[in-house]
Structures are given as structure tokens and as C-alpha cells.
């Protein structure tokens, strides 16, 4: 997997987080959401199954965004490390 594109991910992933968190804007935070599924699009189908172990809807369902975000931040923090996600 590229290296490169985890610490992109985990950079872009990471800021848009704490942006989402501390926002009271349900309208900044539909953007967030936005941009993150337009980014996962975007992704190398490698790196999004192994954040999303198989699920289509991780990071694109407004319901489960908060929890798949987080999610998201700690896997490809493993991946940094060069460890496996399980």
C-alpha cells in the first residue's frame, strides 16, 4: 500500500475531524461530511477496503460519520506504523 497516500489520508482525515467535532454549523459539518466522501471516491480501492473492511457505506452514511471518522484516524494511524489493520 502507498505510503504515502495513508499519511495524505490521515492528514486530511485527522484535520476534518477536529473541525467536525468542536462545530455547532450542521451545515459545516454536511460539508465535511461532503468532502470526505468525495475523497474516499477518490481513494486507492485498497486503502478504503482496508479502512472500511468491506463496507461501501463506511464514510458515506451520515448516521454512522461521526463513528467511521474516528474509525478511519485509528486505522490508517496503525497503517502509519506499518502494522496490519484487524
Not at 68 to 78: C, F, H, Q, V, Y
Request: aromatic letters at 10%.
Amino acid at each position: 500500500m502507498d505510503h504515502s497516500a495513508i499519511e495524505q489520508a490521515y492528514a486530511f482525515f485527522h484535520q476534518k475531524e477536529r473541525v467536525y467535532r468542536f462545530s455547532t454549523s450542521e451545515a459545516e459539518k454536511d460539508h465535511i461530511e461532503d468532502a470526505i466522501s468525495s475523497y474516499v471516491n477518490q481513494m486507492s480501492p485498497e486503502l478504503y477496503e482496508a479502512l472500511s473492511g468491506g463496507s461501501n457505506a463506511f464514510l458515506r452514511e451520515h448516521t454512522t460519520f461521526p463513528e467511521d471518522i474516528r474509525a478511519a484516524i485509528d486505522k490508517l494511524d496503525i497503517l502509519r506504523q506499518g502494522r496490519a489493520v484487524g
